[in-house]
């Protein structure tokens, strides 16, 4: 063991809290990183508020092409009865018109 006796441990004591005072005294001041935390949490706060705004504006895109998508399907629809209808017309008046005389 390398510490036997009690002055063996006040001397480590005393090296300790030398270490820590000069460790103290040579750290660089807590303002610079403060205001390095503070940029930080602005950087966040813009980069969040940012994807906020696109996420929202994704959201906003998909719902006016959902609505978009729904409109055409109605369309395509009222335009597929309309050709239908036009066919069984096409289909019946040859039939009811009296022949041609070909003048």
Known sequence: MPF???EQFVLLAV????GWLIGYASAPSPRKYK????????SYTTYHDDAEDRL????????DLAREA???RH???DA???IAALRASAAVRPAALP???GI
Do not use: F, G, I, S
């Not at 090296?15 to 030398?18: G, M, N, R, S």
């Not at 205001?35 to 602005?42: D, F, H, I, K, V």
């Open 99 to 101: 022949p041609h005389d």
């Open 15 to 18: 090296v300790l809290l030398a």
């Open 75 to 77: 369309d395509q629809a």
């Open 56 to 63: 929202r504006a994704a959201n906003q895109r998909a719902t």
């Open 35 to 42: 205001r390095r935390l503070r940029e930080q949490a602005e």
């Open 80 to 82: 597929e009865r309309t």
């Open 70 to 72: 729904e409109v055409l």
């Open 4 to 6: 036997t006796t009690p």
